[in-house]
């Protein structure tokens, strides 16, 4: 059974820094696709930014040159390192993971159909 866990989330101001984690158990770890995604009060769900087998990644243009996805597959832990961070960056962040997309949805920030998710972790930017 895979099991996501994130934390790191909080409160900060704008301007601000946070790194999420996202500690991964159940499987081998660099075998899979592994996103984050955010969603704020009244929207949907979307990508934020995405990291292949190989550790190439993806962002969405309002996070990118501020977010830095990354993972250790020694810790089975899958990252997000949040800079510059705005008001608008304000959500529950999720990770996922899915061991069998295909090369095209793997390290694609907007692909949602990831298999395992875990419970999210808020973070919360103010002016």
């Known amino acids: 059974q895979v099991h996501l866990v994130e934390s790191g989330g909080g409160s900060v101001q704008a301007g601000g820094s946070l790194r999420l984690a996202c500690a991964a158990s159940g499987y081998t770890y660099g075998s899979y696709c592994m996103g984050w995604f955010r969603q704020a009060p009244g929207k949907e769900r979307e990508g934020v930014a995405a990291i292949d087998r190989d550790g190439s990644t993806s962002y969405a243009d309002s996070v990118k040159g501020r977010f830095t996805i990354s993972k250790d597959n020694v810790k089975n832990t899958l990252y997000l390192q949040m800079n510059s961070l705005k008001p608008e960056d304000t959500a529950m962040y999720f990770c996922?993971?899915?061991?069998?997309?295909?090369?095209?949805?793997?390290?694609?920030?907007?692909?949602?159909?990831?298999?395992?998710w875990g419970q999210g972790t808020q973070v919360t930017v103010s002016s």
């Open positions: 996922a993971a899915d061991a069998n997309l295909s090369l095209d949805l793997c390290g694609d920030y907007v692909n949602p159909y990831y298999n395992y």
